[in-house]
């Protein structure tokens, strides 16, 4: 049970968004969007509040229809289909949990009432769900009121419950959001560990960057209503492709090529926090691009220090500094510096994402 069944037509990739488009009025939510999640994967998707994150689950779960595109699994299109014939997961942030029910009753609900295959057989469904259960970490919980346990529990509950129907997908709607910090941290370990024994496809979405990249195999950012990027996570952090994706990893300063001496002038220029250097005016090392900026303030914040400063046309800039390798002066809050970096640090852009 709980093994991912293999495409008969012999696909690897799970699900495909080809040119998927939501428009509510004149908000258009989804703009073409494009997206393959491989099978045996776990694929977070990255957006900001409001970029459509949880409307293009909704339409892959077809609680919604899009107004162009279509949705495929394993190479069947299921757009149009209703969404209990479509064998797919979903994990909502609140967990949507029947709170009249056991911690058991719960996880056999979706068997029972399942379009497909229901199953009948009392004692196959609590050998089931119990199995289900146990797999989330759950075994001996099964007659606890869904009141009387921990956040962190009704979570594994509601996993459980959408991993009991064998779905061929599941997707997580923020699943953390509604845990504490340490909490968060434990499922995340948790939910990947899960997956990678069932081998089914999870697809994850959330606004947190840290998260994103701990969990994916592989990382889909969302801006503009398009998927501006979708890669692995070290090459994702390392090697944004456009300016949209590296707003998104929050350690990338982004600023004009214009601004910058010893530069190209067209464009956009991005570079890490942690790759800038910071000198006072005139003393920046031969061969290195550099832009001028008033230093404002400084954060410690444990092993690394940041440092902000405003350059001329008001970008904000970011420098981080790791205590155990300091490499920036002292620095005076109001005074003019020079950054600079290697020029292969740095990544240029041309145009829109
Ligand atoms: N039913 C609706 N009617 C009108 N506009 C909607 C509807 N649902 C979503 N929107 C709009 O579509 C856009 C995307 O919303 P969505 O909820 O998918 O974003 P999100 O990325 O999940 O945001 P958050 O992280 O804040 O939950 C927003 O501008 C939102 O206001």
Not at 66 to 90: K, S, V
Not at 151 to 174: F, K, N, S
Request: with cysteine; glycine share 10%.
């Amino acid at each position: 049970m709980f093994a991912c069944e293999k495409s008969i037509n012999g696909e690897t990739d799970v699900l495909t968004l080809s040119r998927v488009t939501r428009r509510y009025g004149a908000n258009t939510a989804l703009d073409g969007v494009d997206l393959v999640v491989p099978d045996n994967t776990y694929m977070a998707l990255l957006g900001a509040s409001g970029a459509g994150k949880t409307t293009l689950l909704r339409l892959i779960a077809g609680f919604e229809e899009p107004d162009q595109g279509e949705i495929a699994i394993h190479g069947e299109r299921i757009d149009g289909q209703p969404p209990h014939l479509r064998d797919i997961g979903f994990v909502f942030q609140n967990f949507a949990l029947f709170p009249h029910l056991t911690v058991a009753q719960n996880v056999e609900f979706g068997l029972r009432h399942r379009a497909r295959a229901p199953i009948t057989d009392d004692a196959e469904i609590r050998a089931r769900a119990e199995a289900a259960l146990e797999l989330v970490g759950l075994a001996g919980f099964g007659h606890r009121g869904v009141g009387a346990i921990s956040g962190g529990q009704r979570q594994r509950v509601a996993l459980a419950r959408t991993l009991v129907c064998e779905p061929r997908i599941v997707l997580l709607d923020e699943p953390l959001g509604a845990l504490d910090a340490n909490l968060r941290a434990r499922m995340c370990d948790e939910l990947r560990a899960i997956r990678e024994r069932l081998k089914v496809s999870f697809l994850h979405v959330t606004g947190s960057e840290t998260e994103a990249l701990t969990m994916g195999d592989e990382v889909a950012v969302l801006a503009g209503g398009r998927i501006v990027q979708s890669d692995a996570p070290e090459m994702l952090f390392t090697a944004p492709r456009n300016a949209a994706a590296a707003r998104h990893l929050n350690a990338w300063n982004i600023f004009p090529a214009g601004l910058c001496a010893g530069g190209a002038a067209q464009g956009e220029i991005a570079v890490r926090f942690d790759q800038i250097d910071v000198s006072p005016p005139g003393a920046v090392p031969d061969g290195r691009p550099h832009l001028a900026a008033q230093y404002l303030t400084g954060e410690f914040n444990g092993p690394t220090a940041l440092s902000f400063f405003r350059a001329e046309d008001g970008t904000l800039l970011q420098v981080v500094d790791h205590l155990s390798t300091p490499r920036l002066p002292e620095l005076t809050e109001g005074a003019r510096y020079d950054l600079h970096f290697a020029p292969d640090a740095a990544r240029q852009f041309h145009g829109a994402a």
